[in-house]
């Protein structure tokens, strides 16, 4: 059972122990989902750690997003994916029946209200904060955010720079939680991180 806001989103070459071991430790702390975003993989190169982080995930209860690879998530029968908007454009409303959850990456109010006309049962929002994923960036800020809440119907996750000192002040915004990538993939104590983002 999902006891947190959290969402994890995956990023495998910042971990520093073996990928799926990290997982599990993940999930066993029952995040609000687990996003995985290997984007630089082959199809079936991703299929194969799919399933994988599939099982994992059902073990624990935990929802698995897949990330920009529709044609596997159909294939695995999962039932969540997550798209930047421009393959959410190209989807079919046939192929947007596979999925239970669909959610997109949103960075402005319009975005937001695309993703919504196009479906998405969430998005996420950002970045919010500087980030060292995108560095020499500034954060689009805690307005953005609000902004974006106020505009769409959905469910809204922050991304980007979010930590214990600053998520109080996202939740403040109406969003609904919190993405977490390059902390949780480094983090020698993920469940104490975890722990601190708590309510």
Do not use: W
Not at 9 to 37: D, M, Q, S, Y
Not at 182 to 193: F, K, N, R, W, Y
């Amino acid at each position: 059972m999902c006891m947190s806001d959290i969402i994890c989103v995956t990023n495998r070459k910042l971990c520093r122990e073996a990928f799926l071991t990290r997982i599990e430790r993940i999930a066993a702390c029952h995040p609000a989902g687990i996003i995985l975003r290997e984007k630089d993989m082959k199809p079936e190169a991703y299929r194969e750690l799919a399933a994988a982080i599939m099982g994992i995930c059902e073990r624990f209860g935990v929802t698995c997003i897949l990330h920009s690879f529709s044609a596997v998530g159909i294939c695995l029968h999962a039932d969540a994916i997550h798209l930047p908007l421009h393959l959410l454009k190209e989807l079919s409303q046939e192929q947007k029946t596979h999925f239970r959850v669909l959610g997109a990456s949103c960075h402005s109010v319009e975005e937001a209200l695309e993703a919504q006309a196009l479906g998405c049962t969430y998005i996420t929002a950002g970045h919010v904060f500087e980030t060292d994923c995108k560095k020499g960036l500034p954060g689009r800020g805690l307005e953005f955010l609000r902004n974006v809440c106020a505009a769409v119907e959905i469910p809204v996750y922050g991304i980007g720079g979010i930590n214990a000192d600053n998520i109080a002040l996202v939740r403040d915004t109406g969003a609904n939680g919190a993405c977490l990538m390059s902390s949780l993939m480094v983090t020698e104590d993920v469940a104490g991180l975890l722990k601190t983002m708590e309510e």
